[in-house]
């Protein structure tokens, strides 16, 4: 069982920048891959960026490839989203999560865990 709290998130302006952390409860989170997704409002859940436990190899969508950083500190327990260049349409509530396996993919589908959502708001 894994537990996630995210912290991090808020208002900023365009062009600004954020940082989310995802902290994970447990001894086993260096071995979970680890992912962030949003919803923007009105829309569908989507993908935004993963990293994998084996050799915290990096996935992004293509729509925050070039802006956001995942990364994650096994130390810590904890996974980080580094957010630059922020545009409005990245306004949604953001969420972490954790699943088992390492594959890459991009299907919320395949987490079992999630953190509880964080606004992130992208003012113009």
């Known amino acids: 069982q894994v537990q996630l709290v995210e912290s991090g998130g808020g208002l900023v302006q365009a062009g600004g920048s954020l940082r989310r952390s995802c902290a994970a409860s447990?001894?086993?989170?260096?071995?979970?891959?680890m992912g962030w997704f949003r919803q923007p409002p009105g829309k569908e859940r989507e993908f935004v960026a993963s990293i994998t436990w084996s050799d915290s190899s990096t996935y992004y969508a293509s729509s925050v490839k070039g802006r956001f950083t995942v990364s994650r500190d096994n130390a810590k327990n904890t996974m980080y989203l580094q957010m630059s260049s922020l545009k409005p349409e990245d306004t949604a509530v953001y969420y972490c999560?954790?699943?088992?396996?390492?594959?890459?993919?991009?299907?919320?589908?395949?987490?079992?865990?999630w953190g509880q959502g964080t606004q992130v708001t992208v003012s113009s």
């Open positions: 999560a954790a699943r088992t396996g390492d594959h890459p993919t991009d299907s919320g589908a395949a987490y079992s865990y």
């Open positions: 447990g001894r086993r989170f260096s071995s979970y891959a």
